[in-house]
């Protein structure tokens, strides 16, 4: 896919990267990086590859899970 080409060739990127996602979509680059986030109301299928679970999109989940990891100050 994608994303496992772009950090495949970025030396170092696939430790920095941070991926999001609510469904079975997202399963493969859940499978492919260290650090995958599960939004809330997400598809219990990411659980097993989650790092973490955020709030929802409503609940601005994504800046949530960003503080959570010391990316943005809240």
Request: hydrophobic fraction near 45%; avoid cysteine.
């Amino acid at each position: 896919n994608g994303l496992q080409g772009l950090l495949m060739e970025s030396s170092g990127l696939i430790e920095k990267a941070y991926v999001f996602g609510d469904s079975s979509n997202d399963l493969a680059m859940f499978q492919f990086v260290e650090h995958a986030v599960a939004m809330g109301n997400h598809d219990p299928v990411l659980d097993p590859y989650a790092e973490f679970v955020t709030k929802t999109v409503e609940e601005d989940g994504i800046a949530f899970a960003m503080e959570h990891y010391g990316l943005i100050e809240g």
